[in-house]
């Protein structure tokens, strides 16, 4: 069975600084693009960063500039270095990724279970 496991998460004062892993375990065949989203009370999850296999990266407007992303595609797992950490980027954070099964090279989507940044002012 695939699964995402997430970790990282925390508390940090403003200006502080958090790394967030997600390592993909199972059998697969391979992992496509990997992506950190996150989530608010009441509001939609969003996009924070995207890297593909090829190491290709997109970030949201709001992380520009704080946050890199990164992968180590021997361990399947994805990174989010988040920097000058601010009070709005509390949130849970999700992994998630596109993962191509053994076989049938079918590509699946799979979510990781959340780890929650607290961020104070």
């Known amino acids: 069975q695939v699964q995402l496991v997430e970790s990282g998460g925390g508390l940090v004062q403003a200006g502080g600084s958090l790394r967030l892993s997600c390592a993909a375990s199972?059998?697969?065949?391979?992992?496509?693009?990997m992506d950190w989203y996150r989530q608010t009370p009441g509001k939609q999850r969003e996009l924070v960063a995207v890297?593909?296999?090829?190491?290709?990266?997109k970030y949201t407007d709001d992380v520009k500039g704080r946050f890199t992303i990164s992968r180590d595609n021997a361990k399947n797992t994805v990174y989010l270095q988040m920097n000058n950490l601010k009070p709005d980027d509390t949130a849970v954070y999700y992994c998630?990724?596109?993962?191509?099964?053994?076989?049938?090279?079918?590509?699946?989507?799979?979510w990781g279970q959340g780890t929650q940044v607290t961020v104070s002012s």
């Open positions: 998630h990724a596109e993962i191509v099964a053994h076989t049938t090279f079918l590509t699946f989507s799979y």
């Open positions: 890297i593909t296999s090829g190491g290709r990266t």
């Open positions: 199972g059998s697969f065949f391979s992992v496509n693009d």
